[in-house]
């Protein structure tokens, strides 16, 4: 197809630990899919110290403006020696205001007999994240919760939005505003009234505790949900482990004209080098990478074949109760996507 001829230019950071591994991964079966891209390698982590004297050189920022895509792999931030997280780093430079979390039980194996089908949208710039922290007191210590109405607007927006264009039905805030009034109060008054301009889709809330054991007792009944920062990775990890864990969960992290596709599991230093980490959920996060690129119709060949591979339960990695290696993963999995030609 002549589409398929375009070449598209793609920051790649491959991280530390198991970072070049798995993102080589994900490489693989990209090109596997037929999309071609040029993928500009550039540094970011505790391995870019030595050599830049920070985790996020500036020529890494740059490369991501230019390309406006970028496949990220796992990041270790140094404890204990200043330096600022690398994900922090990159969502507060380039605006990447919404977290997007998809969780399927189809993706892993599920606790529930249910099948579980939902999509965290987390609001990724502010909140009890912004960092903003001080010691009042001997032994006392303050840490602000910054909540705008512009940041909540803007992730609602993209919620609903999403939820329109993917034909779901549903969209849950996630809140604690019984109890925090201002800060959780503005969030909430802020996603109903992008509510009202959504009529086709179901608008409900959930204050966050009850939402956490809703999450473990009945996952089923959630579609789309919007939460802010702390509530968004809270839940978002909450909702993978119902599915196999992080290893087998993408995620993303979208501006206005930027994105930033991520697996949001560590760097697992213990066994970088040895041939034997998942792949899975880099390999997740370059598909979603594929859809924003406009490749739905090779995106469902790769997740249709990542379903396939798992329901057979071989060649998986020791974290799934496997003995295969990476290697032996990414080939089995290559296999179906050629097999779904």
């Not at 602000?144 to 805030?173: D, M, P, Q, Y």
């Not at 939402?211 to 007792?217: D, F, G, R, S």
């Not at 396939?308 to 990695?317: A, I, P, Y």
Request: charged residues 20%.
């Amino acid at each position: 197809m002549a589409g398929k001829q375009k070449v598209h230019n793609v920051t790649l950071l491959p991280g530390d630990g198991i970072g070049p591994e798995v993102t080589s991964a994900a490489r693989k079966v990209v090109a596997a899919a037929g999309v071609i891209v040029d993928w500009e390698i550039m540094d970011a982590g505790a391995g870019a110290i030595e050599k830049h004297g920070t985790t996020l050189p500036d020529e890494t920022i740059a490369s991501i403006k230019k390309n406006k895509i970028g496949l990220k792999g796992p990041i270790t931030t140094p404890i204990g020696e200043g330096f600022t997280s690398v994900n922090v780093g990159l969502r507060k430079t380039l605006d990447l205001y919404a977290n997007i979390r998809p969780v399927r039980s189809a993706m892993g194996i599920s606790i529930h007999h249910k099948p579980i089908d939902l999509v965290i949208f987390r609001e990724n710039t502010e909140d009890l994240y912004s960092g903003m922290e001080n010691d009042i007191a001997p032994g006392v210590a303050q840490s602000l919760k910054i909540i705008t109405e512009k940041a909540s607007t803007r992730i609602a927006k993209a919620a609903f939005e999403w939820a329109i264009e993917k034909g779901r039905h549903t969209v849950h805030a996630v809140h604690k505003a019984n109890i925090m009034k201002k800060s959780d109060g503005l969030f909430l008054d802020s996603v109903r009234k992008v509510a009202i301009k959504y009529p086709d889709i179901t608008y409900k809330e959930i204050i966050v505790d009850n939402c956490a054991m809703q999450m473990v007792m009945h996952p089923e009944q959630f579609d789309v949900m919007v939460l802010g920062n702390l509530y968004g990775d809270i839940i978002s990890d909450l909702a993978a482990g119902l599915v196999g864990g992080l290893g087998v969960v993408p995620g993303a992290n979208i501006a206005e004209n930027i994105a930033v596709f991520e697996s949001v599991h560590g760097s697992a230093p213990d066994i970088a080098g040895k041939g034997i980490a998942n792949p899975l959920a880099t390999i997740l996060s370059a598909n979603m990478m594929l859809r924003y690129m406009g490749y739905g119709k090779d995106a469902d060949r790769v997740q249709a074949a990542t379903v396939l591979f798992l329901s057979e339960k071989k060649h998986l990695t020791p974290d799934m109760g496997g003995n295969a290696t990476t290697d032996e993963m990414v080939e089995a999995l290559i296999a179906k996507i050629k097999l779904l030609r």
